[in-house]
């Protein structure tokens, strides 16, 4: 079964300081894992993703994502926040064998600090 | 090219109201699906389709409808609303066998009194 697990709801951090956003998840087979952002009273925008190629992922907006199969993490990362990063995020992941279904995460809400 | 589209946006129901959330893509995306936001939660999966006349449920099915009568088109149908807070419900849609991302609409926010 897949599960999704984002260790912090509330992470603060200062302008032009680092981001960490941390992501578990569980999966039987190969998974698929995603990071989504959701600004105030907007849809889903995509970050990035990792489907298997290179275990350090590159995103938008300077934001990057390492898989590490052997502690089961996907986490995010940031060099330097800046005020738009303020936002929800979610992790996400899906695996071949269950179609196109998402098992989302329950968001971690970044706060940046002028 | 549109993308993902969702209307109403917003939508306040009474009690045992019911209503249709449509959703359209223009990407000739086999898949399609509906999420619920409730607030401080993820989203959760309601049911989804692969294809025009095939539907199924998702982890949380229950009191809604769906029917897929063209590629395009995926309206989800809210039987009788319950009392809550504002919960968003999102459209999404892809191809088929490609576990890539999902294209989200912007969403529907609906408060039930």
């Known amino acids: 079964a897949q599960s999704v697990t984002q260790l912090d709801s509330h992470v603060s951090v200062s302008e032009g300081t680092p981001v960490l956003l941390r992501c578990n998840y569980s999966?039987?087979?190969?998974?698929?894992l995603f990071w989504y952002v959701q600004h105030p009273n907007k849809g889903l925008q995509l970050l990035l993703k990792?489907?298997?190629?290179?275990?350090l992922v590159k995103g938008i907006n300077g934001f990057e994502a390492e898989f590490k199969k052997s502690e089961t993490s996907f986490h995010l990362t940031k060099p330097s926040a800046h005020m738009s990063d303020a936002a929800e995020y979610f992790c996400?992941?899906?695996?071949?064998?269950?179609?196109?279904?998402?098992?989302f995460g329950t968001g971690t809400s970044l706060t940046v600090i002028p | 090219n549109a993308g993902v589209t969702q209307t109403p946006k917003f939508q306040v129901l009474k009690t045992g109201q019911s209503m249709t959330l449509q959703c359209a893509q223009d990407?000739?995306?086999?898949?399609m699906s509906w999420y619920r936001q409730d607030p401080g939660m993820g989203l959760r999966l309601i049911h989804y389709?692969?294809?025009?006349?095939?539907?199924d449920q998702g982890e949380v099915p229950n009191g809604y409808n769906v029917s897929r009568s063209t590629t395009e088109d995926f309206p989800l149908r809210l039987l009788s609303a319950a009392p809550s807070p504002t919960s968003v419900y999102f459209c999404?849609?892809?191809?088929?066998?490609?576990?890539?991302?999902?294209?989200f609409g912007p969403g529907t926010r609906l408060t039930v009194l």
């Open positions: 389709s692969v294809g025009a006349g095939i539907t």
């Open positions: 999966s039987s087979y190969s998974p698929s």
């Open positions: 996400v992941v899906s695996e071949r064998g269950t179609g196109n279904q998402f098992y």
């Open positions: 990792y489907t298997s190629a290179a275990t």
């Open positions: 999404a849609s892809s191809y088929v066998g490609r576990v890539n991302e999902q294209f």
């Open positions: 990407m000739n995306h086999e898949y």
